[in-house]
């Protein structure tokens, strides 16, 4: 996993909505950019750019049919059409900005970058903060349905005292988060900045939550342990025992003397290994080949993004019965008019490991509460077995009844009372 962009981030693509200053001004603007303060940040995507969208959308040329009847080659030409088509006349990306410039948005410079993160607080007391890591093609959009749950609980059938302060922040390289220009944007480096985030923001303690390269950070930080860390949750645990990533990895049969719980992870971690992971490989052995495709075609970012949202989450390859069409376009959307096709892919190259592997994930030298919620629809359920065995600090486990891959944005609500009961203890 990899990243970069221009240290002038997004100001002028943007049209951040600052208001004008004079020299003075401008001289203590750059110094606190410097200085660790925390900015205000609003979208305001200039109308010529999103006609831009529109008219490259109108050029796409679509290749012919698949030659099968199922996803087998791919997502299929129909359905990617129809997507298409509502992008370009239907889907209105004002609606999304409006929704994110309703809530408290802020940018700091952090290890040299500037991380654009949305920071809500609850209105009760004592709530704990939690800072929320999305993945890939997903952003911090997948966890906007999941704010009002986390942070009034009262609202959505929970008690005061399961109240969140929540803070979602890009990775670099994603959405309006600065994009490196350097490497070494990995995931412990990514997380010694959320420890930054999080205590610049004035909590002493807190908890980390996160699926896809949220696990993965959500396991670096852990690693680290930093003071006030109280624990952590994740929905895309690192389990696969040492001795079973190299069969997994070459396809062979499930060896003998596995329960039926962890034959089914094993027999699911083949197929995607063999069947699935292939955005995977161009991404960490090929992330600049693959932005040139994904910077100058909308219609093939949103086939890339769009084939991966269909078969992660539960929906029967139809993720909009789960994720709206308007907000999977919001998040296809958001990686076309910041340009991160290139800079999320790089973040694979970053971190060249093996996710899935206990050993390389390194799981046994966390010491933090680890917590685990297993969605039936993730890439693999992970068994309780290899759970314990790969986190020996873990405290909480359980399966929730419905969800995939994107956990929070499916589900919301059940996301939220996942996190509800995982941190109750650590309170």
Do not use: C
Not at 313 to 328: C, T
């Amino acid at each position: 996993m990899k990243t970069k962009m221009t240290t002038i981030l997004m100001l002028a693509t943007f049209a951040l909505s600052i208001p004008t200053i004079t020299h003075a001004q401008a001289t203590k603007t750059e110094s606190a950019k410097s200085d660790g303060a925390i900015r205000p940040f609003k979208i305001n995507i200039p109308q010529s750019k999103l006609d831009e969208l529109k008219r490259r959308i109108a050029e796409t040329r679509f290749p012919d049919k698949e030659t099968v009847n199922d996803e087998s080659q791919g997502i299929q030409l129909a359905q990617l059409k129809e997507l298409i088509d509502y992008w370009s006349n239907g889907y209105d990306w004002r609606k999304a900005e409006n929704k994110l410039n309703a809530l408290p948005q802020f940018i700091t410079k952090i290890d040299g970058l500037d991380i654009q993160f949305i920071h809500v607080r609850s209105k009760e007391k004592n709530a704990l903060p939690v800072i929320l890591t999305h993945g890939w093609p997903g952003s911090p959009l997948e966890f906007i349905d999941a704010i009002g749950p986390l942070t009034d609980p009262i609202k959505y059938g929970g008690k005061a005292e399961d109240a969140f302060d929540v803070i979602i922040p890009a990775i670099p390289g994603y959405g309006f988060s600065e994009i490196p220009k350097e490497l070494g944007w990995n995931p412990d480096r990514v997380a010694k900045a959320w420890d930054t985030l999080v205590k610049r923001l004035g909590y002493t303690k807190y908890v980390s939550q996160g699926g896809d390269h949220g696990s993965v950070i959500s396991d670096a930080l852990a690693r680290q342990a930093p003071s006030g860390l109280l624990g952590i949750h994740i929905n895309m645990p690192a389990t696969i025992p040492t001795e079973l990533v190299k069969p997994i990895n070459a396809g062979d049969p499930a060896p003998t003397g596995l329960s039926e719980f962890e034959t089914k992870a094993y027999n699911s971690m083949s197929t995607f290994f063999g069947r699935n992971a292939a955005y995977g490989g161009m991404m960490v052995t090929r992330p600049q080949t693959t932005g040139y495709l994904l910077s100058d075609s909308p219609t093939a970012l949103a086939a890339f993004l769009y084939e991966k949202i269909a078969e992660w989450s539960e929906s029967d390859l139809k993720p909009e019965k789960v994720i709206s069409r308007d907000a999977i376009l919001d998040d296809i959307t958001l990686y076309w008019l910041t340009n991160t096709g290139a800079s999320s892919s790089r973040f694979y190259w970053e971190n060249n490991n093996n996710n899935f592997s206990s050993e390389h994930q390194k799981t046994r030298d966390i010491k933090v509460p680890v917590a685990i919620s297993v969605f039936p629809h993730e890439i693999y359920q992970a068994p309780e077995s290899w759970s314990r065995a790969a986190y020996p600090s873990l405290h909480y486990y359980h399966k929730a009844p419905k969800g995939g891959h994107f956990a929070a944005w499916e589900q919301p609500q059940i996301f939220t009372e996942e996190l509800r009961a995982a941190f109750r203890s650590l309170r």
